[in-house]
């Protein structure tokens, strides 16, 4: 049962990871599970970073990210995929996004668990507009792994 879900309040990653993990996979079902959180940081470029704005289109973020997942479940051989992001305003320190992979053996795990932050940073359709200490600007370009 892969899911996404989108937020636009605070969340906390490791109760979302274990919330579908307790509701979707049997104790036993699998070998390994891995997880990335990314969080907000206060810079970026060089730059002081004071907050960030995440911008999504309703429908087309959520059928991407399906997409993605439905990739890695083809892939991979994982048991199940999930992602939660957050949208609209963000704090220093706030998870962004999390995602996690359970699979039978670690490496399928892991290989699907990177391509899922690889595809959401370069493909999923959301825009970030950073605060700085008097301006605030649209990113061009995710930065690099």
Known sequence: MMAISLHDAPFNPWALITQHQEAHLAPGSYGAT?????????????????????EHYPGMSEKQLHHIQDEAMKKWEVLDVFIAHRIGEISIAE??????????HRAAAFEANRFLMEALK????????????NKSRWVDQNTPG
Request: proline share 7%; charged share 15%; net charge positive.
């Open 122 to 133: 370069t493909r999923a359709p959301f825009w970030k507009k950073e605060t700085h200490a």
């Open 34 to 54: 891995a997880s990335f959180v990314g969080t907000m940081r206060d810079f970026n470029e060089g730059q002081t970073v004071t907050a960030l704005f995440l």
């Open 95 to 104: 998870p962004i996004v999390v995602t996690a992979v359970w699979a039978p």
